[in-house]
């Protein structure tokens, strides 16, 4: 195992989807399918911080639920991306309750019911704060 290879969200509109994740998110678009898929359907891939992101046109979801992907950003860039978010008007939500050195999140749904954290925590941060409330004082 080499760790995840790529994410796919299935959505009914690429373009919108694009400008999700480019003018949202700062990804780059590096495939378009065009008219010619190769695959299920016609699909685009983008680079987000490393990570390889096909969106494919189809049917997205039908209901929204917890389940989503979170991409690490530094605290001082969630102002950044909130505002550039609110400009494409996805739904954003409040964070859940959070502890102490857990981190920052700013949660959003995109127009075909995912849901995305951009989380400012690290794994270690986070299982350092669990362990700290589990410590006597």
Partial sequence: MHGI???TFIVRDLDR???????????????????QPHSLSAERFFLLGGVWIAAM???PPATRSYQHVAFHVDAADLPHYTARLQA???????PRPRI????????FYDFDNHLFELHTGTLAQRLASYAALATPA
């Fill in 100 to 107: 102490e050195g857990e981190g920052e999140s700013l949660y």
């Fill in 88 to 94: 494409l008007g996805v739904d954003i939500h409040p």
């Fill in 57 to 59: 046109q189809g049917d």
């Fill in 17 to 35: 989807m694009a400008r999700l994740l480019s003018d949202g998110l700062g990804a780059e678009q590096v495939y378009d399918s065009g008219n």
């Fill in 5 to 7: 290879s790529h994410l």
